[in-house]
């Protein structure tokens, strides 16, 4: 069975801070991992994905995530946060064999200015 | 542009009174599915669908419907709704390959049960 675990539901930063945002995830075959934003009263979008190859996966708005299979971790990073980062963030997880995705509970981030 | 469109994206009801939450992609993607967001438990699965008249139950299924008559639409039926389904909900769509490509997520209906 796969599952994701989302460490701390809500983060908060300032303006230009580093940002981490944690995720762990379970799974007994080579995952595929996903990392969606959701802006208010919006749907979620991509980030970024990683599936296979390069373990530092480069996304959208200056975000970045390690694969890290000893860790079982798939942290989501950006150097310097900026106001319009505050959103909540969600990690999911599926393999090549399933027909969903398994989220995690969230993170809602705060960028303090 | 391409889209994933739902409606309504309000709706307050009473228990009891059936009523359907449309969706409609325009990506002609073959998977699509529904989610049900709730604070501490993020996103779970209700129903998806690989293709036309194949929908199969996802997480939570219990109380809810689906349909996959054409590509572009999945339809998500409640036919008793209770206070428990008071949610906001989110359908999505992708490509044939399904979840492991990027899903194109629907801006959301937030139901209301009383």
Redo the contacts between chains.
């Keep these: 069975a796969q599952s994701v675990t ?1 460490l701390g ?1 809500h983060v908060s930063v300032s303006e230009g801070a580093l940002v981490l945002l944690r995720c762990n995830y379970s799974s007994s075959v080579p995952p ?1 991992l ?1 990392w ?1 934003v959701q802006y208010p ?6 980030l970024l ?1 990683y ?1 296979t190859g390069a373990t530092l996966v480069k996304g959208i708005n200056g975000f970045e995530a390690e694969f890290k299979k000893s860790e079982t971790s798939f942290h989501l990073t950006k150097p310097s946060a900026h106001m319009s980062d505050a959103a909540e963030y ?1 990690c999911a997880v ?3 064999g ?4 398994f ?4 993170t809602r981030l705060t960028v303090i200015p | 542009e391409a889209q ?1 469109t739902q409606n309504p994206r309000y709706l307050i009801t009473v228990t009891g009174k059936k009523l359907t939450v449309t969706c409609s992609q325009n990506m002609n993607h073959e998977y699509m ?1 529904w ?1 049900r967001q709730d604070p ?6 209700i129903y ?1 669908s ?1 293709n036309v008249e194949v929908t ?1 139950k ?2 939570v299924p219990e109380g809810y419907k689906v349909s996959r008559k054409e590509k572009r639409n999945f339809p998500l039926i409640l036919e008793s709704p209770s206070p428990n389904q008071t949610s906001l909900y ?1 359908c ?1 769509s992708s490509t044939v390959l ?3 490509q ?2 194109h ?4 209906t937030r139901l209301s049960i009383l």
Excluded: H, I
């Design positions: 989302q539901s595929y996903f969606y009263n919006q749907g979620l979008q991509l994905k599936t969600f599926s393999d090549s399933a027909n969903n995705l989220f995690g509970t969230g | 994933v599915s989610y501490g438990l993020g996103l779970r699965q998806y690989m199969d996802g997480d989110f999505a399904g979840p492991n990027p899903q997520f629907g801006d959301g």
